[in-house]
């Protein structure tokens, strides 16, 4: 029964070990996505975390690597690494709890920090071209327009530089930048109606959508530190 025991524990552990390799493997792909993609949206935070993406590709490779040597020391039963291992979840254990509960304190302020800094990059949209860029990316990537809606639109330096048209027969038509237009082309100058527009989905609750982040990974690590343990 003892024997028993010990294979399902040791099973467990490499199940275990197995799918913290693959949550280090992710990490590390969403660091390289991060870094890639989302270095333009950063740029339209009025809160600059430059280094977000470096943590996420540093905390991938070493989460990476000790899920690896855990899935060794199972495979090839070396308690030695197991231990190491199990130090190394204890510790990731601690990073994750003081950076989760420093996202669960500062979410307000990081998610008040990016719309105002899309409320910002729409108002002085000819002024800055490099958060112009990003914000059309943006737009055409979630596919909608404005922080708060295609509105914020009317109030920004670009509206005051192009006619905004009155109401025609099939619908109110303004002029908009490109990017808030379905169609790629042909939209800019011109009056358009808005069935042609990203009017109904709003730029900052389409990004904090996209990027909330669930506590999860962190009851994982407390299980498989007390099994290494």
């Not at 108002?123 to 055409?140: F, P």
């Amino acid at each position: 029964k003892t024997q028993g025991l010990m294979h399902l524990l040791r099973l467990g552990l490499l199940a275990f070990s197995c799918l913290f390799w693959a949550a280090g493997l992710a990490l590390f792909t969403l660091g390289v996505w991060a870094q890639i993609s989302l270095a333009d949206y950063m740029l339209l935070s009025a809160n600059r975390y430059p280094n977000a993406p470096i943590i996420l590709l540093s905390t991938g490779a070493a989460v990476t690597t000790w899920g690896f040597l855990g899935c060794l020391g199972v495979a090839a039963n070396l308690p030695s690494v197991l231990r190491a291992y199990g130090f190394f979840q204890l510790a990731a254990l601690i990073a994750g709890l003081a950076g989760g509960l420093s996202g669960l304190f500062y979410r307000e302020d990081i998610a008040g920090g990016f719309r105002s800094g899309l409320l910002r990059a729409v108002a002085g949209y000819t002024e800055d071209e490099g958060r112009a860029d990003a914000l059309d990316s943006l737009q055409r990537a979630l596919e909608c327009c404005g922080a708060d809606g295609w509105r914020d639109w009317l109030a920004s330096d670009w509206a005051s530089q192009h006619m905004i048209f009155l109401p025609v027969e099939n619908g109110t038509s303004v002029s908009l930048p490109d990017s808030c237009c379905v169609k790629r082309k042909g939209c800019r100058n011109r009056p358009f109606l808005m069935d042609d527009i990203r009017i109904i989905l709003m730029c900052f609750n389409q990004v904090r959508k996209r990027f909330s982040v669930g506590p999860t990974i962190t009851w994982s690590e407390v299980s498989g530190a007390v099994l290494h343990c």
